[in-house]
């Protein structure tokens, strides 16, 4: 290296090294001492000045002042030494996050006991080991000088053998017990940040939600300017003659008394205040990543028995109603009450909830329809906490409590709902068991013995279905079919036990003459209190398929594409093959079953119990779900359940409701 490219390069030589340094020691020397007097003082600083003069210690001098710490430090290194210092730097962040070290054996040690003993050793990997000469000597050698040992020594030779193996097994399972201890803790910090991704979730679909709530109330405004401008345009544009208002009072009369009697009546006229339909157009999907069994939130909602209950979608709004005459309308994704479905005159036995729309069936004997888009509410802020213990004039009003003041809601107010109701349906002379309608068809079950089908777009009943008549015609036909049979055999007994007739089986007389029912199209499914579920073709008003397995009140049933749920106060749940008619599984509870639904994965059952009943549709399995797994008090029994996407609601005897994941 030249002079002039490095500072510290070999242009500094031992000699100038050694000079420099007496220098440096006659200086400190006497700058302790006392300068004046001091020759050698003198002489030291002039030889200074003499070696600073020179041109080369004045460029290296001057290069050492320009240099940076990076080059000082690659003239001194290699670039691979300098690589591998970079490489093996550890920050303090790092090595304050070193685990403890619990193993009481060394490195080597565990080295030692990962190697496979040679007992062990595979015939196959003994026949396909490499071939080593020199190491076949030396071990036939070992071999030769045991042979030719006394057998003390070879028996103390194999004892210290399973010494050391028996300490290699401690080392083994010392090694193991490490391991695990450390995937629990790798197991720990992934659920925890589940927990934290989870909250992050739920943060989300509540900032959505309030995104839908904002742009809802920006649609509303736009519409009622739009409105306001039009109005303006119209009156601006045309003007009507004093002569033409009368007949125009007179049409506008008739018109309201022709529409009187229809569903239209009740439709908002286009300078009434209105509201958008307040369905989520997006999904909640967090319940979907809970512990199969998980509790969501629970609420005190009714004073007595829930009686009937639906959503629309989780984490949506719910309906419910129960004997102490009320019906309630839930945010389900903050547990607050919204309002009260004031109208009927008794409890409400039956409802659904479609998109918007809700029919409640009540005992009572009449049908109410209502229109959730006309709900006056608004979603705040805050997240339901565990209810507590209400007064009973409190609860009557708003049966979900808060731990604190703070969060605590208002009674929900009267005037929210009161423009929800549509029209009222009044053909039945007894009280309505059950209900279901699909676009614009709505079919009702009542006490009376007969399904009532109605049309939504007029309002008023178009077929009347006597449910009594249809079980006489089928035991006519079969009693029939039977004696022709019988003639021409000869042998009556043997066919008649091949079709068992429907005028032996007696209704239960606590039952419900109609359980349920559901319609899609032109079909409807009905079960009644004497076990049988009839297909009913709505065009023709005729029953085209009977299903004959049930011994006790049909309570509930559902229906897809494929196949047919029923479920039954026999205590048995049984699934039906459309195609067929015949029964593709069934299984049985302890108890009457009192509510059933299902989704693409699971049945759920109320079988009068204190939990509901899943049956996981995909490996059989069944097990239990609600407050009452594994708890010590013993909850209310579970009287009405629904599911929908894995999301359970629960409502029990004494009016509370559950929201579990399963």
């Known amino acids: 290296m030249s002079e002039e490219g490095s500072v510290l390069g070999t242009a500094l030589t031992t000699r100038h090294i050694e000079a420099f340094g007496r220098k440096v020691t006659t200086t400190a020397s006497h700058l302790i001492s006392d300068p004046s007097n001091s020759v050698h003082y003198q002489h030291a600083m002039s030889e200074l000045q003499k070696e600073l003069r020179r041109p080369g210690m004045q460029r290296r001098v001057f290069s050492y002042a320009k240099a940076s710490p990076t080059e000082l430090l690659r003239s001194k290194l290699s670039t691979t030494e300098i690589q591998h210092r970079a490489l093996t730097y550890l920050p303090d962040e790092v090595l304050a996050d070193i685990p403890e070290h619990h193993n009481d054996y060394s490195l080597f040690q565990g080295f030692q006991a990962t190697l496979s003993d040679t007992e062990g050793e595979s015939e196959h990997r003994k026949k396909h080991r490499r071939h080593n000469i020199k190491g076949q000597r030396l071990l036939k050698a070992e071999e030769d000088a045991d042979d030719d040992a006394t057998p003390f020594a070879k028996t103390k030779k194999e004892r210290h053998r399973l010494n050391h193996r028996l300490e290699m097994m401690g080392v083994r399972k010392n090694m193991c017990s490490a391991e695990i201890r450390d995937i629990d803790n790798k197991i720990a910090n992934l659920n925890n940040m589940r927990k934290v991704v989870l909250d992050r979730l739920e943060g989300l679909e509540q900032d959505e939600l309030q995104i839908e709530q904002d742009l809802l109330d920006l649609d509303n ?33 008739t018109e309201t008394s022709f529409m009187s009697a229809s569903i239209y009546e009740k439709l908002p006229s286009p300078k009434a205040k209105r509201h958008k339909p307040t369905r989520r157009k997006s999904t909640a999907i967090r319940h979907e990543h809970f512990e199969p069994g998980s509790s969501i939130i629970g609420f005190q909602a009714h004073n007595d028995m829930i009686t009937a209950f639906d959503f629309d979608a989780p984490f949506g709004t719910m309906v419910s109603s129960a004997l102490d005459d009320t019906v309630r309308v839930w945010d389900l994704n903050l547990g607050r009450c919204i309002g009260l479905l004031e109208g009927h005159q008794a409890s409400v036995r039956c409802l659904q909830v479609e998109d918007e729309i809700v029919a409640t069936g009540s005992m009572d004997a009449s049908i109410r329809l209502w229109d959730l888009s006309q709900v006056e509410y608004t979603p705040r802020e805050g997240r339901a906490l565990k209810p507590s213990n209400l007064e009973e004039d409190e609860a009557h009003d708003n049966a979900l409590a808060f731990d604190s003041e703070e969060h605590a809601v208002n009674p929900p107010q009267h005037s929210s709902t009161a423009d929800c109701h549509i029209h009222t349906l009044s053909a039945h002379v007894a009280e309505v068991t059950a209900l279901h309608f699909k676009g614009e068809t709505l079919v009702s079950g009542s006490a009376d013995k007969t399904l009532r089908q109605w049309d939504l777009v007029k309002g008023r009943c178009v077929q009347t279905l006597d449910v009594l008549w249809a079980a006489a015609q089928a035991s006519a036909s079969i009693n029939t079919n039977t004696s022709l049979s019988s003639s021409k055999t000869n042998n009556p007994t043997t066919t008649a036990s091949r079709w068992p007739s429907t005028g032996s089986r007696v209704p239960d007389p606590s039952a419900d ?29 005729q029953v085209h398929r009977s299903l004959v397995g049930h011994t006790g009140a049909v309570t509930c049933l559902q229906f897809d594409e494929r196949v047919l749920v029923t479920g039954s106060s026999d205590r048995s749940i049984r699934i039906w093959d459309l195609r067929t008619g015949s029964i593709h599984d069934a299984y049985a509870y302890d108890s009457p079953i009192t509510s059933m639904m299902f989704d693409t994965r699971h049945i759920v059952a109320a079988a009068g119990e204190n939990v509901a009943k899943v049956y996981d549709k995909a490996d059989g399995r069944h097990w239990d779900c609600g407050a009452g797994v594994g708890q010590d008090d013993n909850p209310s029994v579970v009287e009405r359940v629904r599911v929908r996407d894995g999301y359970l609601v629960e409502g029990r005897k004494d009016g509370f409701i559950g929201v579990w994941s399963c």
């Open 221 to 253: 405004k736009l519409e009622g300017m739009q409105e306001e401008m039009d109005e303006v345009a119209a009156s601006e544009k045309t003007a009507t003659p004093p002569t033409e208002s009368g007949a125009e009072t007179e049409i506008t009369e």
């Open 513 to 541: 003459f109609v359980g349920a029912l559901q319609c899609f199209d032109a079909a409807l499914a009905c079960g009644t209190a004497d076990g049988m579920v009839r297909l009913w073709d709505l065009r023709s008003g």
